[in-house]
């Protein structure tokens, strides 16, 4: 008679705290990844650590909630093949939240990938409006205040090609008006507003990292109306993920709508 090795059974008690153990601690990974991701552009915006080091931790909060994700499949998995729902919940929201961060980065890494690696977004790139006020506040900043020129308005006229000068049919005065009233509604922080010379200088900042892009409004005579030229620039890095071009594009669409244009 051949005699058979022992067979070791995992116990209903001991797979349900196993499988306790891998849902709540992927649950808990996701969660710490979630608190990282958000502070990654916080602690950035409230100058506690510089934006590269914001970066880091935001790509630190996809690794973590990937090994969330891992440990949440697991935990499910491992429910299933013992038929113990115990812990199930803890999964689910382990994976909900991991996946929260994942598709957030996700989202990032293909606006980054399809927007062209430029900051500085204009009307006008024959003539971009110039910085004036704005220079002192840009001091030290990496990236400069003068356009790049050809270069950078080539992929701008191809990755933009909507963006274009807002030709009106009301006098610059009354466009003008309108364009301080639509950058005080959206929030700039005005560095300088000279209606002789139809010109709006301001900052603005991003909702996440708070980095800082500065924009220039010009308002000109044109034939029987005025034409309104924009330009947005960042400050650091070299792309903007397309945030300058959106900015540029829906300030003239309420400088538009504001005017019934």
């Not at 080539?154 to 008006?177: F, G, H, M, N, T």
């Not at 709006?200 to 005579?221: C, H, S, Y």
């Amino acid at each position: 008679m051949v005699s058979r090795a022992p067979q070791t059974k995992v116990s209903p008690a001991g797979a349900s705290r196993w499988m306790g153990y891998e849902s709540s601690s992927g649950l808990g990974i996701s969660l710490v990844s979630i608190l990282l991701a958000a502070f990654s552009g916080l602690g950035t915006r409230w100058g506690w650590w510089d934006f590269r080091h914001g970066l880091g931790y935001f790509r630190d909060s996809v690794f973590a909630a990937g090994a969330g994700i891992l440990l949440c499949l697991g935990g499910l998995a491992w429910s299933w093949a013992v038929h113990i729902p115990k812990g199930r919940v803890r999964a689910f929201m382990g994976l909900a939240a991991g996946l929260l961060i994942a598709g957030n980065f996700l989202s990032w890494f293909l606006q980054a990938k399809s927007a062209p690696r430029i900051h500085d977004i204009t009307t006008d790139w024959v003539n971009p409006p110039l910085f004036e006020a704005i220079l002192p506040l840009r001091q030290g900043a990496p990236n400069p205040p003068q356009y790049g020129g050809s270069a950078v308005a080539e992929q701008q006229q191809k990755a933009y090609p909507d963006i274009r000068p807002l030709l009106l049919s009301v006098p610059p005065d009354k466009a003008w008006q309108a364009c301080l009233d639509t950058a005080l509604k959206m929030g700039w922080i005005l560095a300088a507003s000279d209606e002789p010379q139809g010109r709006i200088e301001a900052t603005d900042q991003t909702f996440w990292f708070g980095f800082k892009d500065d924009i220039v409004v010009r308002v000109l005579p044109q034939a029987a109306g005025s034409r309104v030229d924009v330009r947005s620039v960042s400050r650091v890095g070299l792309g903007d993920v397309g945030t300058n071009a959106r900015r540029v594009r829906k300030y003239l669409n309420q400088v538009r709508q504001s005017l019934g244009a």
